[in-house]
């Protein structure tokens, strides 16, 4: 048995996608613990490129049974938009199931979520709009509906109409907006639950089961550990755990049954919304790495802030998840470059460390003290070992590994799946 956690060790859109595909080959089970369709993971068929949101990238093997589990909140709108894309291109949907304690996204939560970014004017978080925030603060204050709840009518009516007196009220008289309509809200979400009725199940013991048989499983983080909702860069963060101890609070799997974390990194950094950023790039390097790795949102189509690895993020990265190993993606993305940087410490009010700061105001002050390395001009996405990489780009991939403290499992050089080299047997 194998029970391995697939965390993005920066701000997220890592290509986590890509490592989860690979391992849910071997394995029995893919588990989402995390996050809504604010998530987006992209992996390359041949010729076919999936663009994942809600559902666990383990759903293109039609033997891997995939999971959305508690720690998770659903858009049934969006998730059966994807559904549907997914069946439409031939993939089945019979293994797929969702936990009746994840929360449902409400036509509020969007609006709402709107509206308070609208409010937040120059110190706006950068939220994708999409209700994530406003379905977790829902969640945290007890005034949530679960999927459970979505998919019994007298129960959701009730919930709604409850959830509808306060929400009404916010809208009215913080934001000026006119009250929603629970009858409304019912005539367009009872068929989205009707449908997503055969697919609701009590998951936990799921996973346990497959936990008792020896079953191979992969639990798939979305977004970023720098995003999370305690160890992240507050405020500027998602508001759940994409941490490796995430997969334990939002499945109900104890951490003792995790045998290995994995960190996906990017050869470089990116960040998408506002936050501080030390080492994001505003000049023509940046715009080269925008362009050749498609740093555009695969949810929101936002483009990313891009700039020079951050190491000293890595290495906390690294010790909040307990990772055992990286797995370094888009190393193509740099090849033509004549150099390259990585940060390895920060400068901060005249002093030089070694720390990722916990004060979100102390990392916007935060200078980055780089070590400068030679590029290489070859591109390599037609190498089959590490051996068949440059020297420089297998020097680079060292210093990476030294100073996140783990060491190296996977390295990436191009979107397809045979694009992949490994160091050792996952």
Known sequence: MSCIVVVGAQWGDEAKGKMVDFLARESQMVIRFNGGNNAGHTVVVGEEKFKLHHIPVGILYPHVRCLMTDGMVIDPPGLLDEMDGLAARGISLDNLYISGSAHIILPYHKLLDTLEEKRRAGKKIGTTGRGIGPAYADKAARAGIRMADFCNPNRFLSRLEDALAVKNSLLRHLYGEPPLEAEAIIERYEPYARRLKGHMADTAPMVWEALDSGKNIVFEGAQGSLLDIDQGTYPYLTSSHPIAGG????????????NRVIGVVKAYSTRVGAGAFPTELFDDTGHYIREKGHEYGTTTGRPRRCGWLDAVALAYSARINGMD???VSLLDVLSGLPSLKICAAYRIGGRTVNSFPADNVLLEQAQPVYEEMEGW?????????LDDLPVSARLYLQRVSELAGVPLCMVSVGPRRDQTLFLEEL
């Open 247 to 258: 997969a334990c609070l939002g499945t109900g799997v104890g951490p003792r049954q995790i």
């Open 325 to 327: 190993r990286i797995a």
């Open 377 to 385: 001009q070859e591109e390599i996405g037609n190498a089959q070992s």
